[in-house]
């Protein structure tokens, strides 16, 4: 019964594993570089997002979304989009860490988990139906 379902939400599933150990990398990188290294709170989290964005669109193209380009405009295409969105998502990532510590008061490594959950939420539906497209939807396209 949990292959069966397993089966069934895959990708979903797979997608949130690896974004569970991206955004724990990512917390914990971000932790590092204030806590121990002592850099800056939105210093450490640039790092800490590039980080994040180069290991997670290894991970999502390979083995959630298991796209494979034919092309380099093909691969340019699709590692452009993901740098754009998630860059996006970043933006609002840094905005939101500098209200909510500035602002609210939060804690710094509370609020970096509080954004790290919402922002990936959204992102599994932008990478399935915008990002990591089959080859063959994107066939016709580029050409």
């Known amino acids: 019964m949990l292959k069966r379902l397993y089966t069934k939400f895959q990708q979903f599933i ?7 150990i991206t955004a724990v990398l990512a917390i914990g990188i971000f932790y590092v ?3 121990w290294v002592g850099l800056q709170y939105l210093l450490a989290n640039i790092i800490s997002v590039i980080t994040a964005i180069l290991f ?18 093909q691969s340019l295409r699709e590692f452009g989009l993901f740098v754009s969105v998630k860059m996006s998502g970043s933006l609002l990532n840094m905005l939101g860490l500098f209200v909510f510590v500035q602002f609210l008061n939060m804690n710094p490594t ?18 399935r139906n915008l990002i990591f497209k089959k080859i063959t939807e994107l066939e016709g396209r580029d050409e």
């Open 56 to 73: 997670s669109y290894t991970v999502n193209k390979r083995y959630v979304f298991k796209t494979k380009t034919r092309t380099w405009k």
């Open 33 to 35: 570089m204030n806590v």
């Open 110 to 127: 509370w609020a970096k988990i509080v954004l790290e959950l919402t922002i990936a939420s959204l992102s599994y539906l932008i990478s």
């Open 14 to 20: 797979d997608y949130f594993l690896f974004g569970l």
